[in-house]
């Protein structure tokens, strides 16, 4: 299971354009473990109560995802998985609301 952490309207934008499209700047989508997604979650969204976790099923990408290093300040050891393509509408197997705080292995209805 992978999931990826994002603001809901950005979803519903998203959604309607057929899926999540890799950020310009490092060309990937930035997904997540269970084990580590409150990271990013702490890092980016902590000030926000409108964020929902998406579980996407890996079998349903057809564009490669690479385990790579996170930012400085992450485990040494951690890498993150990284979707370089878009990820699509059906591999969103659940839409979970994300309450926060959360912390390591703290999943909502997962």
Known sequence: MLLHLIPAPEWAAASARGG?????????????????????AQRLFDDRD?????????LRLSD????????PGDPASMRFPHLYGRL??????RVVPWPRPRGAGDLPGL
Do not use: M, N, Y
């Open 20 to 40: 999540v499209d890799p950020l310009p700047d490092v060309g990937f989508v930035h997904l997540s473990t269970p084990e580590q997604v409150h990271l990013p």
């Open 64 to 71: 490669p995802v690479r385990l790579e290093p996170g930012v």
């Open 50 to 58: 409108d964020v929902v976790l998406l579980v996407v099923d890996e």
């Open 88 to 93: 699509p509408v059906d591999a969103v197997v």
